[in-house]
């Protein structure tokens, strides 16, 4: 099983250049979302979404934009990077349905250098 | 603001020794408080969660405590093990939320053998 998979794993920008981060899932998870993890914060959401067609900003949304036209892809996009945008990129899938179901299944990650 | 705090940031322990890493939360609406896992290069993974109807919750050599008045959890890894070494994250929901977690800011978690 194939589970989260994104892609690239390894980027690197200049200031002002945009890009998307790929994330796919295998396991028909409706809720799907994206963090990003810098040293001494932890894992902060950025965006997520419970289903095809439905996104909602997370604690850290700006800079960001996604969109969800199946239920197994959620591209990140950043529009326009800036250095502080520099961190590794986390998207994560569970199933929908209150907490009890809620194990966020992590892709391995997405390290961005912003210049 | 950091709504779940977490503690210490690193950890150094001996094998064999107990490891503790400690919680605390602020949104007295949280029920269900999760930790992750993750080793260098992977992203993070479940390991153990409990909910707030319950003071104690184990599994194998990791044990979760709550304190609800305190609104304060821990994690407890008895026998620690290299294979351990890992960086922790604590993290905290609200059951009308799903799946949005928030997560504390982590402790790398070294076990010397």
């Known amino acids: 099983n194939a589970g989260v998979t994104q892609t690239p794993k390894f980027q690197v920008l200049k200031t002002g250049q945009s890009m998307t981060l790929q994330c796919a899932q295998d396991m028909n998870h409706e809720y799907m979302s994206w963090y990003r993890q810098d040293p001494g914060m932890g894992l902060r959401l950025i965006h997520y979404?419970?289903?095809?067609?439905?996104?909602d900003q997370g604690e850290v949304p700006n800079g960001y934009n996604v969109s969800r036209s199946t239920t197994e892809d959620f591209p990140l996009r950043l529009l326009s990077a800036a250095p502080s945008q520099t961190s590794v990129y986390f998207c994560?899938?569970?199933?929908?349905?209150?907490?009890?179901?809620?194990?966020?299944?992590f892709g391995e990650g997405s390290r961005l250098t912003v210049l | 603001q950091q709504q779940v705090k977490q503690s210490p940031q690193s950890l150094i322990v001996q094998k064999g020794g107990i490891s503790i890493i400690n919680c605390a939360y602020e949104n007295t609406a949280f029920d269900y408080f999760p930790w992750y896992q993750q080793f260098p290069g992977k992203g993070p993974a479940l390991l153990i969660a409990?909910?707030?109807?319950?003071s104690e919750k184990k599994e194998g050599r990791f044990t979760i405590s709550f304190n609800k008045s305190a609104k304060q959890f821990s994690l407890h890894i008895m026998d620690s093990q290299p294979g351990d070494s890992a960086t922790y994250f604590c993290?905290?929901?609200?059951?009308?939320?799903?799946?949005?977690?928030?997560f504390g800011e982590g402790t790398q978690l070294t076990v010397n053998p």
């Open positions: 993290a905290a929901a609200r059951e009308t939320s799903g799946s949005r977690l928030t």
């Open positions: 979404s419970v289903g095809a067609g439905i996104t």
């Open positions: 409990i909910r707030p109807d319950v």
């Open positions: 994560a899938s569970s199933y929908w349905g209150g907490v009890s179901t809620g194990e966020l299944f």
